[in-house]
């Protein structure tokens, strides 16, 4: 017998294109996660960090030095003042983030806006908080906002809106005038936004604009980040949310009963990353921007269609032109016979067809993974 929130969603396909791929020897452009190494000093602290002992239960809602960081960073790069002891909560990953900040903060039966297509983990967080997420698409091909379907979802159940940016899975960077539109909306409808972005350092244009900042704003606004992306460890599960000192003493009540805390060890060592300086983001993005390149190229020759990213490392592909099978039997076909791997686009929509004719690839990859990728991608459309 089980539970039946838990029939109401599926397993994470993303995992399952990960368990075909390593059946076929495909290349994995489906999950993401890097297959090149995280900062060496990070590892060294973290390495040291056990070795010193540091091995017991951190203080539930984080180390102090990586509050501190936290806090720290946020001054720095986005002006924002926020106090480490009230209002940083570092969590299991971005992922527990959310899910803690939904079942904080909304009740059953809110609504919640969610712009689609989504990062899959939103619609099971909606269902374990009882909450409806309302859709609103990001329209293709540039995956822009309607502003009259975003102002349309918003009524009086909306209790929040979730604002990824840069975006998975179409590589977005949502602008300021997108931006200030969702900050009236909250503000004239008194709704929260929970901001996911774990992407906030991987942009190829522009700068990144944290909605707590807008005017009115931090009073209502939930920052959801992390460490997996930014420095390429994905599986130390450190993430945190900044929320007002009230918010965060319910998200961190939630948080305690969920996982006690996040990895001790790995806080102490999170606090050394989160000092590095610009020149480590910089690369990054630089780094990123060449594998994007590469890989937008390939794709191209392959006869995909698409918008280049600006932002995270996803390219969100139409494959029309090759042929005319759904996605989940054209992305199982590709791992199967062109040995690489990728994630149906009917994943991130609520309803399937939104993304039958889509394919996500990942490229936070080596060079030689992707080059290797593009070779067997030129292979494609005479396997058709
Ligand atoms: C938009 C988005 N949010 C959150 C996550 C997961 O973050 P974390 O590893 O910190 O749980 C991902 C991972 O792919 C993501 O794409």
Known sequence: MIAHRATTFTESVIREMTRIANDHDAINLAQGFPDFPMPAPMKDAAAAAIQGDINQYAITWGAPALRVAVAEKYRRWYGLEVDPDREVTVTCGATEAMAATFLALVDPGDEVVVLEPFYENYGPDAILAGAKPVFVPLEPPEWT????????????????????????????????????????????????????????????????????????????????????????????????????????????????????????????????????????????????????????????????????????????????????????????????????ATVPGSSFYHDPALGRNLVRFAFCKRRATLEEAARRLATLAAKI
């Open 145 to 340: 906002l309607d502003p009259d379907r975003l102002r349309a979802a918003f009524g009086p159940r909306t209790r929040a809106i979730i604002v990824n940016t840069p975006h998975n899975p179409s590589g977005r960077v949502l602008s300021r005038d997108e931006l200030s539109l969702i900050a009236d909306l909250c503000i004239a409808h008194g709704v929260w936004a929970f901001t996911d972005e774990i992407y906030e350092h991987i942009r190829y244009a522009g700068a990144h604009h944290p909605l707590a900042a807008w005017p009115g704003m931090r009073e209502r606004t939930v920052t959801i980040s992390g460490l997996s992306k930014t420095f390429s460890c994905t599986g130390w599960r450190l993430g945190y949310a900044i929320a007002p000192a009230a918010a965060a003493g319910a998200i961190r009540k939630v948080h305690d009963f969920l996982t006690v805390g996040a990895p001790a060890p790995l806080q102490a060592a999170a606090a050394v990353g989160m000092a590095f300086g610009a020149d480590y983001y910089n690369r990054l993005a630089a780094d990123y921007r060449e594998r994007r390149d590469l890989l937008a190229s390939a794709l191209t020759e392959s006869g995909f269609a698409f918008t280049v990213p600006e932002g995270a490392y996803y390219v969100l592909a139409d494959f029309s032109a090759l042929g005319g099978d759904d996605d989940v039997t054209f992305a199982k076909w590709m791992t199967r016979e062109v040995g690489v």
